[in-house]
C-alpha cells in the first residue's frame, strides 16, 4: 500500500517538475523549446531502452535504427497524408514497433555480447542502407525534409509560398503560446514542448506501472538468472521479445517527436554512435531505476549544447575578473575542455561516472542523501549526548 | 488583439476541438511584438557561426570560425578592415551593421544534420541570432537551410558544393557563394581535352550519397559531351576507409582516367590507394594513365601528401590568386593567424561581408530586405573577381579555378597551382536546368 | 581471374589490420575477461607514435633567406631538418624508414600504455558486469581520440612509405598471370607479411614458452592456477601490454597503407568486434580466420560485377552491408560464432 502511493506521490512530483522546465531551466540558458522538447524526447527513447536494458540485461547497440525509423515513418505521414502530428506519432510507434519485433525475434536468438553484436549489425546495416541506396526512401545524405510539392492529401493549402508547420489539430507545435518577462528571463512556452512532456510523463507511468507488474518481475528474473529460469520450464523469450519490442516503439515515438518537433528525419540519428550515447545515458543516469534514464537524457543533452556552444571568446568574458595573465591561464586551462573539446569531457565523464558511480547519477544521489540524513542522525546523537 | 496563432488549415478540420485553446485570456499570449523573428533592438546584432567543431571536418570548421572572426573584426572597424577595402560595395564603414555592433555564437554541427540543426535552432531560440551561416557538407547545409526557412532568419551557405544546394533544395532564406558540382565539371572539361585529349575512357568512383552522385552526374555529362566515354561508375560506401578493393578493378578495366568524386577522408585514402597502386605510371592504349579529383581543397591536399603531385581538379579560390581582393584578404588572415586562408575561409568570410552589406542597403534585419538586396546583386573585389548573385536560385555565378598538384611546394601550404581561371560565362547555367530541377524557392519568410 | 586474384590480395590485406586488431582484444578477453572498446584507440595511438617519430625527424633548422619571400612578403624560411644536419645521408635514410623505424619505439611505448591502462583503469573491473566495461572503455577511446586531435588535427597526416617500398610490384608473373595484370603495392605486401609474423609469434609465444603455457592455462582455469601458487595477475597485465604492442603496430605499419587521421581507430572498432564475435569470443585462431575471412569477402563484394549481380536480385550495395550480414548469418548458424567455446560471454 505504501509502495503504490509513493508510485503515485513519485509520477506527481516528476509531472510537476517536467511541467514547469521553462521555469526551472531558466537559470541554466536550457529554457528554449529546442533544447526542452529534446529534454523531454531523448527521456522517452531513454525511458524505453531502460525497460529492455535495466530490467533484462539485454544491452541493444541498435535502438537508434528504431529511433531513426520512427522518424522516417512520422515524416512520410506528413508529406503525404497531413501535418497534424497525431497520424504521424501513431504511424511510427507502429513501424518501429514491427521492425524492432523482426530484428529482435533474430537478435534474441542469442544473448551476452553475441545478442549486442547483432543488434549493432542490424543497425549498422540500416543506416548504411539509409544513407545510400535507400535514398528515394530517406533522402539520404540530406535527410527527409518537408517540401512545397508534397501532396499531404488531408490538408488544404493556405500559402504555396511556404511550408506548413506541425500541429496538433491547429495547435502549431512551434507556437510560443505566452512569452513573459519574469525574474529577468524572457520565458518561452510552447506547444510543442507541452506535447512532448505529456508524452514524456504518460511513458513515464507505464514505466513505473511495467516495473511493478508481474511481467516486470519476470524481466527482472532474467537479468538475475536465466539459466534457473530455463531449467524451471519457463521459456523467456516471448518475455524479452515483448520487452524488445516495447523498447523498440518507445524508441519509435522518440523519433516520430522530433520529426514533429524539427521537420527533418536524418540517417545520422541511426548511426551506431547514436545507439552508445543511448546507452551511456541510461548508465550515466542510472540502469534500472526509474527515473535515472531521464536524469541521464538531460544531462547528456545539456552538455552536448551547451559546452559546444562555448568558445574562447566567452571564456574571456567570464574570466575578466582577474588580472589579464590570470585570465589567460584561466581560458588556456578551460578552452581544449569545450567548443571543439566538447566530446573530450564528455568522456572524461562517463569513465569517472562509471567507474565511481556504479549506479549512475540516482546512485550517487542516493549517496549524498544518505550522507546528509546520516550526519543529521550523527548531529542528533551528539545533541542528545 | 489577441495574436494567438493557429494553423489555419487545421482550424478548418477541427474548429471544435481548438475551441478552448482560443478562449484563453489575452495575459497568456505573446507579448512580444516582433517585426520578424530576432529583430535586434539593443546595440547588437547576433550572428551564428555553425561549424563542425568535432569529426573528420573539424580543420575546416576551425579554419571557418577563423575567417568568421576576423570578418566581425573587420566590420566593427577593428584590424585593418581586409576585403572591405577592396569591395565593390562600399556600404560597410567599419560601424558594425546598419551602427549595431556585430557579435556572434559559435555552435557544433558535428557534420550531421541533427546536430546542426540542434545547434543552429539554439543559436536561434536562445541567443537571438538574425542569421545563420556555416558548413563543411552539403547535407548539413541543406538541413540548416530548410531549418531557417522554416524559423524566418537568412542562411548564408558555407562550403556546400552540391548542385542540390541551389537546385531542388534550394530556399528564399538560404544563399550560397561558393561553386557547385556542375561548376567544377563545367570548369574542368574544357582543361581535361586539352591536356588529355578527347578520346578518353573514364572510370568514376562516387562517394554514395547525394552530393557525390551529383558530383559524378555533372563530371560524366561534361567530359562525355568533350568526346570522353564513361566506362564505369562505382559507388563506394561513404564509411569506406581502405579503397584498395575499388581501385584494383581498374587496373584491367581498359580505363585510362580515373575520375575520384570522392572529398575529404574519403578522397585522401581513395586518392593515396590509386597512387598505390601504380595507376600514375601507367600507360593504357598508348596513353598517360591519368587521375582527376574534380573538388579539391588544399587542407585535403595537404593530408594527401605527395600523391596529389599534378592531379588536376576544381577548387573555389585559392590564396595564391593576385587580384587586389585576394591580397589584401591574405593578407590580413595572414597576420593575424600566420598562415594562408582556405577555400572555406575565404567563402564564409565573403558570405558574412555580403550578408552585412545587403542588411546596410536594405535598411533593415528584415530577412525579406536583405533576400531582396542580395537578389540579382552584382559585385566585385571579393577575390573571385565580378560575381552575381542570381534571384532565381540564389547561386553565386564567378570565375571558376582549375588547379594541379605543384610538383616542387616552395612551403606546407603551396601544394596547389592554378592553372587555369575559367571565365563565369563558362560555367553559367539556366535555372531550370534538369540537374538543378525539382525545387521551389518558395517565398521568404521572416518569421512573422 | 586476375581481378579474382588482386581481390584476394586485397581482402588478406584487409584482413591482416583485422586479424591483427581482433588478435589483441582476444587476447585480452581470454586472459582478463575484459572488453575492450579502447582497443581500437591502442591501434589509433600506434599510427600517431609513427606520425610523432616523422614530425620529430623533420624538427628542422631555419635558416632566413632574403632571396625568397613567403606569401606574407617575409623573408622564406629554409628548413633543413637537424638529423639531416648531423648525420647526412644516414639522417635522410632515417626519414626515409620513419615507418619501419618507428616500430622500435611503438612497442616499447605501447606495452607501457597497456601496462598502465590495465593497472589504472582496467583491474577496477573484472568484477564488474560486461556493460561497465565497455562503457568505460569507450570513455577511454572518445579521450584518448581527442587528445590525438588537439595535438594533430582532424585531417589526415601524410606518411611516406621507404622509397624500396613505394610504388607496386608486378606480382602476377610469379604466378603466371600476364606482366602487368596484376601488380600490388610494394607496402601492401609487406604489411601482409608483418601480419603474418606477429601473428605466428603471438602464437608460438603462446605456444611454445613456459609463460605462454600459464596464460594458456590461465585463460582456461583462472582459479587452479592461481591456487597452485602462481601469480598469474602479473602475467596477465604484461599479456595486456603485448595486446597493446600488437595493436599499436599494427597502426604504426597502417601509416604506409593508409594516411593516419584521428577517428581510425573507431573506423576499425566496429568492425574488429564483429570480427571477434564471428570468430567465436575467446578464440584465438578464431580471430585470426574470421579476420581475414571477413576481409576477403569485403574484397569481393565490392568488385563491381559482384555489386551488379546482387543488384539484380534486389540487394544493391551488397558491399556496404557484406560483413554485417555475414556475421548475422554466422551467428545464427554458428551460436557461438566460427570456433567460440561453450557459456564465454553468453551471461
Excluded at chain 1, 262 to 268: E, F, I, M, S
Excluded at chain 3, 87 to 103: C, K, Q, R
Excluded at chain 3, 121 to 140: C, E, M, N, S
Aim: with cysteine.
Amino acid at each position: 500500500m505504501k509502495k503504490r502511493m509513493n508510485d503515485k506521490l513519485l509520477i506527481l512530483i516528476f509531472s510537476v517538475v517536467i511541467l514547469a522546465f521553462p521555469l526551472i531551466l531558466a537559470p541554466t540558458g536550457a529554457a528554449y523549446p529546442d533544447l526542452m522538447q529534446r529534454f523531454a524526447i531523448y527521456g522517452i527513447f531513454a525511458i524505453g531502452f531502460n525497460i529492455l536494458f535495466g530490467l533484462t540485461g539485454y544491452l541493444s547497440f541498435g535502438h537508434a535504427a528504431f529511433l531513426g525509423v520512427g522518424s522516417y515513418a512520422a515524416m512520410w505521414m506528413f508529406k503525404l497524408l497531413t501535418m497534424n502530428i497525431f497520424p504521424a506519432l501513431i504511424l511510427s510507434v507502429l513501424i518501429a514497433g514491427i521492425f524492432s519485433l523482426l530484428i529482435g525475434f533474430i537478435s534474441l536468438r542469442r544473448s551476452g555480447i553475441y545478442f549486442s553484436i547483432l543488434t549493432l549489425a542490424f543497425a549498422q546495416m540500416s543506416y548504411n542502407l539509409a544513407y545510400s541506396v535507400l535514398t528515394p526512401l530517406t533522402n539520404g545524405e540530406t535527410g527527409l525534409q518537408l517540401r512545397l510539392d508534397d501532396p499531404r492529401v488531408l490538408d488544404t493549402v493556405v500559402d504555396a509560398g511556404s511550408l506548413p508547420s506541425t500541429n496538433l489539430f491547429g495547435l502549431e507545435m512551434k507556437h510560443v503560446f505566452w512569452n513573459p518577462e519574469i525574474l529577468g528571463y524572457n520565458l518561452q512556452f510552447n506547444y510543442g514542448f507541452y506535447v512532448c512532456a505529456a508524452l514524456l510523463i504518460l511513458s513515464f507511468y507505464i514505466s513505473v506501472k511495467i516495473f511493478r507488474s508481474p511481467f516486470g518481475m519476470m524481466l527482472r528474473a532474467v537479468k538475475t538468472n536465466q539459466t534457473r529460469l530455463n531449467y524451471t520450464g519457463i521459456s523467456t523469450r516471448p518475455y524479452t521479445l515483448a520487452a524488445f519490442v516495447i523498447s523498440g516503439m518507445f524508441a519509435g515515438l522518440a523519433g516520430g517527436l522530433l520529426a514533429t518537433m524539427d521537420p527533418l528525419a536524418g540517417a545520422d540519428r541511426m548511426q551506431w554512435t547514436a545507439s552508445g550515447e543511448l546507452v551511456l545515458m541510461v548508465v550515466l543516469g542510472g540502469s534500472g531505476t526509474l527515473i535515472g534514464p531521464v536524469l541521464g537524457a538531460i544531462f547528456i543533452r545539456y552538455f552536448n549544447s551547451v559546452l559546444s556552444q562555448i568558445n574562447e571568446f566567452t571564456l574571456h568574458a567570464w574570466f575578466s575578473f582577474g588580472p589579464e595573465w590570470m585570465t589567460n591561464l584561466l581560458v588556456s586551462i578551460v578552452d581544449p575542455f569545450v567548443g571543439e573539446g566538447w566530446e573530450l569531457t564528455l568522456g572524461a565523464l562517463f569513465m569517472l561516472v562509471v567507474t565511481f558511480l556504479p549506479g549512475g547519477l540516482v546512485d550517487g544521489g542516493q549517496r549524498v542523501g544518505r550522507w546528509i540524513t546520516g550526519a543529521n542522525r550523527r548531529a542528533a546523537k551528539a545533541r542528545e549526548a | 488583439m489577441s495574436n494567438f496563432k493557429v494553423n489555419r488549415r487545421g482550424l478548418l478540420k477541427s474548429g471544435a476541438v481548438i475551441g478552448a485553446g482560443v478562449a484563453m485570456p489575452t495575459i497568456f499570449t505573446a507579448s512580444s511584438a516582433a517585426a520578424y523573428t530576432n529583430e535586434p533592438t539593443g546595440g547588437t546584432v547576433t550572428l551564428g557561426f555553425n561549424v563542425p567543431q568535432t569529426g573528420a571536418y573539424a580543420d575546416e570548421g576551425a579554419d571557418e570560425l577563423r575567417a568568421y572572426q576576423l570578418a566581425v573584426q573587420h566590420l566593427n572597424g577593428e584590424g585593418d578592415g581586409g576585403m572591405m577595402n577592396t569591395f565593390s560595395s562600399s556600404e560597410l564603414q567599419g560601424n558594425g551593421i546598419l551602427g549595431k555592433q556585430v557579435v556572434f555564437v559559435t555552435g557544433d554541427t558535428q557534420t550531421k544534420s541533427d546536430a546542426a540543426r540542434a545547434s543552429a535552432q539554439s543559436m536561434i531560440q536562445k541567443d537571438g541570432a538574425v542569421m545563420i551561416t556555416g558548413g563543411s557538407s552539403s547535407g548539413v547545409a541543406i538541413a540548416v537551410q530548410g531549418l531557417c526557412q522554416e524559423a524566418g532568419v537568412i542562411f548564408m551557405a558555407g562550403l556546400t558544393h552540391s548542385n542540390d544546394t541551389t537546385g531542388k533544395d534550394k530556399k528564399a532564406n538560404g544563399f550560397r557563394h561558393f561553386f557547385n558540382g556542375y561548376m567544377s565539371a563545367a570548369a574542368l572539361a574544357p582543361v581535361l581535352e586539352a591536356r588529355y585529349g578527347s578520346d578518353r575512357n573514364a572510370y568514376h568512383l562516387t562517394a554514395d550519397y547525394t552530393w557525390g552522385w551529383t558530383q559524378q552526374e555533372s563530371i560524366a555529362a561534361a567530359t562525355e559531351a568533350v568526346g570522353w566515354n564513361t566506362v564505369a561508375n562505382v559507388l563506394t560506401p561513404l564509411t569506406a576507409t581502405d579503397f584498395s578493393s575499388y581501385i584494383a578493378p581498374v587496373l584491367n578495366s581498359g580505363a585510362d582516367v580515373l575520375v575520384l568524386n570522392h572529398y575529404g577522408g574519403n578522397m585522401i585514402n581513395s586518392l593515396t590507394s590509386a597512387v598505390q597502386f601504380g595507376l600514375r605510371d601507367k600507360m593504357v592504349n598508348g596513353k598517360q594513365f591519368e587521375i582527376v579529383v574534380p573538388l579539391y581543397s588544399r587542407l585535403m591536399a595537404r593530408g594527401a601528401g605527395e600523391n596529389v603531385k599534378g592531379i588536376l581538379g576544381s577548387t573555389n579560390w585559392h590564396w595564391s590568386l593576385q587580384d587586389e581582393g585576394s591580397k589584401a584578404f591574405v593578407q590580413s588572415f595572414g597576420q593575424a593567424y600566420g598562415f594562408p586562408p582556405s577555400q572555406a575561409a575565404h567563402t564564409v568570410y565573403c558570405q558574412t561581408l555580403l550578408y552585412a552589406d545587403a542588411c546596410q542597403r536594405a535598411g533593415t534585419f528584415n530577412p525579406c530586405g536583405i533576400a531582396e538586396a542580395l537578389e540579382g546583386f552584382d559585385f566585385d573585389g571579393l577575390g573571385n573577381g565580378p560575381t552575381h548573385y542570381r534571384g532565381s536560385d540564389h547561386q553565386c555565378f564567378k570565375d571558376v579555378l582549375v588547379v594541379q598538384g605543384k610538383e616542387n611546394p616552395t612551403s606546407e601550404f603551396d601544394l596547389l597551382e592554378v592553372v587555369e581561371v575559367t571565365p563565369r560565362a563558362q560555367v553559367e547555367y539556366a535555372v531550370d536546368h534538369p540537374m538543378f530541377a525539382g525545387g521551389a524557392l518558395g517565398s521568404c519568410n521572416d518569421g512573422s | 581471374m586476375d581481378a579474382i586474384f588482386l581481390q584476394i590480395l586485397n581482402g588478406l590485406d584487409k584482413g591482416s589490420a583485422y586479424a591483427l586488431i581482433a588478435l589483441g582484444l582476444t587476447l585480452i578477453f581470454g586472459t582478463l575477461g575484459v572488453v575492450n572498446f579502447a582497443h581500437g584507440a591502442l591501434f589509433m595511438i600506434g599510427a600517431f607514435v609513427a606520425v610523432t617519430l616523422s614530425k620529430v625527424l623533420a624538427i628542422s633548422k631555419v635558416v632566413l633567406d632574403p632571396e625568397r619571400l613567403d606569401f606574407l612578403g617575409n623573408p622564406a624560411k629554409i628548413k633543413t631538418p637537424y638529423v639531416i644536419e648531423w648525420f647526412g645521408s644516414f639522417g635522410e635514410w632515417m626519414i626515409d624508414y620513419t615507418i619501419p623505424l618507428s616500430l622500435l619505439l611503438t612497442i616499447p611505448i605501447m606495452i607501457i600504455i597497456g601496462v598502465v591502462m590495465e593497472r589504472g583503469l582496467i583491474r577496477h573491473f573484472y568484477k564488474r558486469p560486461h556493460a561497465d566495461q565497455i562503457l568505460v572503455t569507450f570513455g577511454l577511446a572518445i579521450v584518448l581520440q581527442e587528445l590525438i586531435k588537439i595535438f594533430f588535427g582532424s585531417e589526415a597526416v601524410p606518411m611516406q612509405t621507404p622509397d624500396t617500398f613505394t610504388g607496386a610490384l608486378d606480382i602476377g608473373i610469379w604466378f603466371g598471370f600476364n606482366p602487368g595484370s596484376v601488380i600490388y603495392p610494394y607496402w601492401r605486401l609487406v604489411y601482409f607479411f608483418f601480419a603474418a609474423v606477429v601473428i605466428g609469434g603471438v602464437f608460438s609465444f603462446l605456444r611454445f614458452t613456459t609463460f605462454g603455457m600459464v596464460v594458456r592455462a590461465g585463460m582456461a582455469d583462472r582459479e587452479t592456477v592461481g591456487l597452485l601458487g602462481i601469480n598469474i595477475d602479473k602475467k596477465f597485465t604484461i599479456m595486456f601490454g603485448v595486446a597493446a604492442a600488437v595493436a599499436g603496430t599494427a597502426g604504426a605499419m597502417y601509416t604506409g597503407v593508409n594516411q593516419p587521421v584521428f577517428h581510425m581507430g573507431m573506423d576499425f572498432l566496429v568492425l574488429s568486434f564483429v570480427v571477434v564475435v564471428v570468430g567465436g569470443m575467446g578464440s584465438l585462431p578464431g580471430a585470426v580466420a574470421a579476420g581475414f575471412l571477413l576481409g576477403v569477402l569485403e574484397s569481393f563484394a565490392s568488385m563491381p560485377g559482384v555489386k551488379n549481380a546482387f543488384e539484380a536480385i534486389g540487394l544493391p550495395s551488397i558491399d556496404q552491408i557484406i560483413i554485417y550480414l555475414v556475421a548475422v548469418i554466422i551467428l545464427l548458424v554458428r551460436p557461438r560464432g566460427l570456433m567460440g567455446k561453450v557459456g564465454v560471454m553468453e551471461e
